[in-house]
Each structure stands twice: as structure tokens, then as C-alpha cells.
């Protein structure tokens, strides 16, 4: 996992190497960034580096030694991770008390043990509590690196004695190629995929997927039948749709919020096209007469007010609200303009 397998973020990698070249590393630095942008890779790539005896005049790992070929395979004694047992769920106090008993013993080979804290964004209170407490004082052969979507979400004191590390989204053309290489898409496919990720691949290959994709096409045609539609109906077909995430409640609802996002592009796409005529510019480009027919039903008022709707519906659903009443109460506001 050298630098070279990650895609973009050419300036981020190269003061990271820099670093390491110059041996001036900090005890704990904040990957933070987009979700689905690179951050956890770049977090591994640069611990490899860190641990890679001939890193210091490259700054990258070198790929063959015994100890990168332990972290590609995962088993490095010197390289920890820590993360959430499930996606989406928070990052709780025993992971951490996990990092405090670790952090301590020295490294088994070099002189750095470096651990990646991954979604440090889900800590409760009480982990982040633990971890300030770490950051604090760390045993100068530690270091330690936080990935996160959400710096706004965490403490100030926890900011305030990390490096941070700011990833951007990913140019489209990355992210198209990304779906080419790993996912096999289509260009026509990748074309969309890629708009609609804003720069993110684990978004792109998200969409990508079997399910989401034909969720997609289902929702579209709800869509575009919602006005002679009643909302009832409406809102049994948006429903419907989450059912190809599996029977987990978490996959459902992180399902659903993704397919209310693609709806709200809809809406978006329909206002854009209301006010200049054109598909120039929409997300779903490659289908234009859904497009179009969404957008003559009513002005672009209405469609930019559908698309917040959307979005609060999913905004709603993340944090818990009744999916039902939430699928109910946009359906009727769906079907009735």
C-alpha cells in the first residue's frame, strides 16, 4: 500500500513524504475529508511509510520489505487499527481503552507503533473523553492518525493537538477511472456515477452496486408517475425500494437516505431544466425525457422545494426518525405538485 496505489491528492502525499523524509512527524495527526475520498488509504500508505526502513530518503515505502509485505497483508505488530465493528454505528469507549492498553508497549521492530483511528467522528462522549486523555501524553514512539468525514463533529480539544490533513473530492475523471478499473462500469455508466458521487469513489462504488442502481431506475419511474400517483401509492413504491438493502435496519435506512439523495438530483435536474431548457449541467444526464417530463409538471420553485425535501427526508432517516411517517409526509408533498 504505497502512495502510488492511491488515487489524487498529489500535494497531501507529497508533504507527507516530505515529512518522513525530514523525520519530522508529529505524535498525531486528522485525516479529514469527503467520505469515500482516500483518507483511510493514505492513512495505511503513510504508516507503511512511517514503518519502512528505507523510507527516509523516498519518503514511500518501499512494497517488498518484510515489514510493508506485513502491512498489505494486515498482520503488521506495529500497525493497529481501530474503527467502529459496524459502519455507521459509534465509536465507543472500549475501543479506545483498547488503545490505551496498546499504546504503551514498545514496537517489536523499528522505533514507531502507529495507530489509525478510523470514523473518530462516531465517538461518544465518554471515548472522546479517554482519547483527549491519550493525545495528551503520548509515549514519544507512538503515532497516532485520526480519519474523518465530520471534523465539525469533534471536540476542540481534540482538533487542537492533531495535525490536520485536509482531503478534497476527486476530479471526475479519477473517479471514472476508478469505476473502470474496479468495477468494470460502463463509460455511459461511469459517466453518472461519477457526477453524482462529487468527487468521491466509495460513493461511486456504492452506486454502483446491483441493488442501488436498479433502486435507481425503479425510483425514476416513480417519479416520474408521482403526480397522478396518490401519495399512499407514492409512498409504498418509495418504501419498496429499501428492501433490496437486506433485512439489517442500519442497511435500510442508509439505503434509503442514498436513494433520497438521488431523488433530490432529480428535482434538481427538473428546477435547472425549468429555468435554461437544457440537460446541460443536470446530474442525470442519461436520462433526459425523465428529465424533461418532471420538469414541465411544475415550476422550478416547486421542483427546488421537492429536492430540499428529499433531502430533509434523509437527514431525518439518519438520525433515526419513523421511516414510514418520514416516506409518508414527502409522498404526499411529492404527489400533490
Known amino acids: 500500500m504505497s502512495f502510488s496505489r492511491v488515487a489524487g491528492h498529489e500535494t497531501v502525499i507529497e508533504n507527507l513524504r516530505r515529512l518522513i523524509r525530514s523525520d519530522r512527524l508529529a505524535h498525531a495527526y486528522l485525516f479529514a475529508g469527503p467520505d469515500g475520498v482516500g483518507k483511510f488509504l493514505t492513512a495505511v500508505a503513510f504508516a507503511q511509510a512511517i514503518l519502512c526502513p528505507s523510507s527516509a530518503k523516498t519518503g514511500d515505502a518501499c512494497g517488498k520489505c518484510p515489514g510493508c509485505v506485513r502491512v498489505d497483508s494486515g498482520n503488521h ?11 455507521g454505528r459509534q465509536f465507543v469507549a472500549d475501543l479506545v481503552e483498547q488503545l490505551q492498553s496498546q499504546i504503551p508497549l514498545k514496537p517489536r521492530s523499528g522505533n514507531r507503533r502507529v495507530f489509525i483511528l478510523r ?25 497516532l492518525i485520526l480519519v474523518t468525514s ?32 474496479k ?34 431506475a425503479e425510483m425514476l419511474k416513480s417519479a416520474a408517475s408521482a403526480h397522478g400517483m396518490s401519495h399512499i401509492a ?47 449541467g443536470c446530474l442525470n444526464q442519461d436520462v433526459p425525457d425523465i428529465v424533461r417530463g418532471v420538469s414541465a409538471r411544475s415550476s422550478p420553485e416547486v421542483n427546488a422545494n421537492h429536492a430540499e425535501r428529499c433531502l430533509d427526508a434523509a437527514r431525518c432517516i439518519a438520525q433515526n426518525a419513523n421511516v414510514t411517517m418520514i416516506l409518508d409526509g414527502l409522498a404526499q408533498d411529492l404527489a400533490g405538485g
Not at 124 to 138: D, W
Not at 186 to 202: I, M, P, Y
Not at 250 to 275: H, P, T, V
Open 77 to 87: 505488530s506495529d500497525l493497529t487499527v481501530f474503527q467502529p465493528e459496524v459502519e
Open 119 to 143: 470514523d473518530v467522528h462516531e465517538m461518544n462522549a465518554t471515548a472522546a473523553n479517554r482519547l483527549l486523555k491519550t493525545l495528551e501524553e503520548p509515549p514519544s514512539h507512538a503515532l
Open 183 to 216: 468495477a468494470g462500469a460502463r463509460s455511459e455508466d461511469a459517466a453518472w456515477l461519477s457526477r453524482f458521487a462529487a468527487g468521491s469513489v466509495g460513493q461511486a462504488l456504492r452506486l454502483a452496486e446491483g441493488p442501488l442502481r436498479n433502486a435507481r
Open 234 to 280: 407514492l409512498s409504498d413504491a418509495l418504501s419498496g425500494l429499501a428492501d433490496a438493502a437486506g433485512k439489517s435496519a442500519f442497511e435500510r435506512r442508509a439505503f434509503m437516505c442514498q436513494l433520497l439523495a438521488l431523488l433530490a438530483g432529480l428535482y434538481r435536474d427538473a428546477a435547472l431544466m425549468g429555468m435554461n431548457g437544457s440537460i446541460e
Open 150 to 181: 465530520s471534523v465539525h463533529a469533534l471536540p476542540e480539544t481534540i482538533l487542537s493537538r492533531c495535525r490536520l490533513v485536509r482531503f478534497g473530492a476527486l476530479p471526475a475523471e479519477r473517479v471514472i477511472q476508478a469505476l473502470s478499473e
